[in-house]
């Protein structure tokens, strides 16, 4: 969501606050705004509507001296975007400057409460409440800045990460979170503060993680200081991040979602490195190994996640049931928060998450916990929340995903299921010794086959232009293959606009084929597995329709091939592994249709990369 940067160190903070927000923008945004103490010890704040280049634009002629600031890119909760709404916000006298990612649920009330002792609102965001409030406690108490917001944050229900700069005390950010992320990097004579680690590993390696309630003090020439709301001081952990910048840069691709797909090969292979041993006959998970009673024991698997995970958590469930015969069930992460489930401590909740910090995962993890549910997090980014509040888990390990429609998160959570489910079958004895020996070494190849589909890119990218006029689109899969279809629409919804729908093939007959006509383009996975006929009867009652079929077959198939309208050939794998080589064709669908489109394809209209509010 909304994407945070600060500065304060000798430099000149405007360029590096600039250049921090452009490595936020994946994050998805509507406006832009800065702030900085300059030389002359005015507060200065700059904001627009649209990208951060049209802040830049309207900054151009514009005092950005100082070594001091905060920046954000927001994205409209609260408000509608425009330059009024966005951050930072002033407080009414103009000595306080707030940024906000989250969102204040109860800033009705205080808005009310805080205009009827006359102040006046120039946004309608719940954050311009925010630093409203923490002035009318530092003035009507007459407080320093850092205990006026331990103060403030008291009052305020809901999520938030913020940082704050005031006129009179140019030397000092004073940053918070609560249910929204905020790292803090430690370098030399400097300090830098960001939503996630991207803005900041151009300068230090050196990180702090802030917890839940606690207040970061960064002051020039003194260490970093954090306190949480009863002002109790806390020991920093500083921790080392792992992360180049060649992974924050296009290198040479148009597009970072081109890019990320045509990483999947070596991610994946990242994923399993030092899990699946070099002859490629056993998986090792250290989670299953700590916990392994825990693990084998559990009379069911609850796994809770949103969109693309949710998908991936959908083919987790039919590997687990398939090779460790446990019932499991999988939820949407923002229906379970808010259910009353059954759920104990004999459950096993696995939440999925690819930025480690989706506000409604971590609410169903909460949840379970209260219940005594052992938790097992599956997430990409390192040091995110989840890591941190999960009982167990398994990282991804496929390197930062920019762009904001899920490609190479998807096929790594997708590979981290089955090792975790082909770990646990093995424990359990549930899995016959000659099929777990053939699915891992067949795993361990899967990275040459995703080569072999990622050289079908310019056959794809011809096959798109057909398509660029199509207003709906019907994707079609079966047993493994349904997730896949779900995930192809979404892909296709996401960056090109163009509605579509996934359904198990089964299930047209049921009402989508009413839709089917010459002007309905219907994408068929129809790998040849044990659903294989089943899938062929389905394309032949969408060819007597008349709809256009794209099937996606394995190489040599002369079925099919021979009364689809266009056939996408893939290498043949094992069942089971399906989903991790044909998704990839549906990802280069989908991106060379948007392109084609003229799309903005990293950054889709509306969407966040990172879901970190309701």
């Not at 309630?213 to 500083?238: F, S």
């Not at 019932?327 to 059954?342: D, L, M, W």
């Amino acid at each position: 969501m909304c994407g945070i940067v600060g500065y304060i160190g000798t430099k000149e903070a405007y360029p590096i606050l600039i250049k921090g927000l452009k490595r936020l923008e994946y994050r998805g945004y509507d406006s832009a705004g800065v702030a900085l103490i300059g030389e002359n010890q005015h507060l200065n704040v700059y904001k627009a509507k649209g990208k951060v280049s049209e802040l830049e634009d309207f900054a151009l002629q514009k005092d950005t001296s100082g070594n001091i600031g905060i920046a954000h890119t927001r994205w409209a909760t609260h408000g509608e975007p425009c330059s009024a709404n966005a951050h930072p916000h002033y407080s009414s006298s103009e000595s306080l400057a707030l940024i906000h990612n989250g969102i204040i649920e109860n800033y009705s009330v205080l808005k009310d409460k805080l205009q009827s002792k006359g102040f006046a609102f120039k946004s309608t965001t719940d954050t311009e409440v925010l630093v409203q409030l923490i002035e009318y406690i530092k003035q009507t108490n007459n407080l320093d800045l850092l205990t006026a917001v331990q103060l403030a944050l008291k009052e305020v229900i809901g999520a938030y990460a913020i940082a704050v700069l005031e006129k009179d005390n140019p030397d000092t950010i004073i940053a918070a979170r609560k249910s929204s992320p905020l790292v803090v990097g430690v370098g030399n004579d400097e300090m830098f503060l960001a939503s996630d680690a991207t803005p900041i590993v151009e300068y230090t390696d050196q990180v702090v993680y802030l917890k839940d309630e606690e207040i970061a003090v960064l002051k020039k020439g003194e260490p970093l200081k954090i306190v949480d709301l009863h002002n109790v001081e806390i020991t920093p952990e500083v921790k080392t991040v792992v992360l180049s910048l060649g992974q924050l840069e296009k290198g040479g691709y148009p597009h970072f979602m081109l890019k990320e797909i045509f990483e999947q090969p070596d991610c994946i292979f990242d994923c399993m490195r030092g899990r699946i041993n070099v002859e490629s006959d056993n998986i090792t998970l250290s989670a299953v190994i700590d916990h392994k009673d825990k693990l084998l024991n559990a009379k069911r698997f609850i796994i809770v996640a949103c969109g693309t995970s949710w998908h991936a958590a959908l083919i987790g469930k039919q590997l687990i049931e398939n090779f460790c015969r446990i019932p499991v069930e999988v939820e949407y992460a923002s229906e379970f928060r808010y259910r009353n489930p059954v759920i104990d401590s004999n459950d096993v909740v696995i939440a999925i998450s690819q930025s480690g910090e989706t506000a409604d995962t971590l609410a169903a993890i909460e949840l379970a916990k209260s219940k005594g549910a052992f938790i097992y997090g599956i997430c990409n980014s390192v040091g995110s929340s989840i890591p941190r509040v999960t009982d167990t888990g398994s990282y991804i390990h496929v390197g930062p995903e920019i762009g904001v429609a899920s490609t190479k998160a998807f096929t790594g959570q997708v590979t981290v299921l089955a090792m975790l489910a082909l770990t646990l079958a093995k424990e359990k004895q549930t899995i016959d010794k000659n099929e777990y020996l053939s699915i891992v070494k067949e795993l361990s190849s899967i990275p040459e086959k995703m080569k072999d589909v990622l050289e079908l890119n310019g056959e794809i990218a011809e096959l798109s232009k057909i398509f660029t006029y199509a207003h709906n689109f019907i994707y079609l899969g079966r047993g493994f293959l349904f997730p896949v279809a779900l995930e192809g629409a979404l892909k296709l919804k996401e960056i090109s606009y163009i509605h579509a729908e996934g359904y198990p093939a089964a299930e047209m007959k049921h009402g989508p084929i009413a839709l089917i006509d010459a002007e309905m383009p219907v994408v068929v996975i129809a790998t040849h597995n044990a659903l294989y006929e089943k899938v062929l009867s389905n394309i032949q009652e969408i060819k007597a329709r008349k709809g256009k079929v794209i099937a996606i077959v394995n190489k040599g198939d002369n079925v099919i091939s021979k009364i689809a309208d266009y056939c996408i050939e893939l290498p043949t794998t094992i069942e089971c592994l399906d989903p991790l080589i044909t998704t990839i064709p549906l990802q280069l669908l989908a991106y060379h249709i948007a392109a084609c489109k003229g799309l903005d394809v990293d950054q889709p209209r509306n969407l966040a990369k990172s879901v970190t509010v309701e």
